[in-house]
């Protein structure tokens, strides 16, 4: 069984920073792609900001140059630190990882999510 735990959600004003952390636990081979997705009341869940293996990330326009992805493969995290917040970023945040379990086999999981509100 694999588990995505999400951690570092709060309320934070407009121009503030958040950091969230995501730990994969369980039953894992290794961890290829993981990324950071939100969801606003009323909205489609959205990519925040995905990365490789090998650490190469993207990002969604809304947040280039104010979110930065990172991983540490060791400790199977994954990390988003969020600066500059707008209102706008206000959503639940979900971990999302593609794991393989046992070669050849990969899934995808995804955490419980971690709201985030930025006041205004």
């Known amino acids: 069984q694999v588990q995505l735990v999400e951690s570092g959600g709060g309320l934070v004003q407009a121009g503030g920073s958040l950091r969230l952390s995501c730990v994969v636990s369980g039953s894992i081979f290794s961890i290829n792609a993981m990324g950071w997705y939100r969801q606003a009341p009323g909205k489609e869940r959205e990519l925040v900001a995905g990365?490789?293996?090998?650490?190469?990330?993207n990002y969604a326009d809304s947040v280039k140059g104010r979110f930065t992805s990172s991983r540490d493969n060791a400790k199977n995290t994954l990390y988003l630190q969020m600066n500059s917040l707008k209102p706008e970023d206000t959503a639940v945040y979900y971990c999302?990882?593609?794991?393989?379990?046992?070669?050849?086999?990969?899934?995808?999981?995804w955490g419980q999510g971690t709201q985030v509100t930025v006041s205004s």
């Open positions: 999302n990882a593609e794991v393989v379990v046992v070669i050849p086999l990969v899934s995808n999981y």
């Open positions: 990365i490789t293996r090998g650490g190469t990330t």
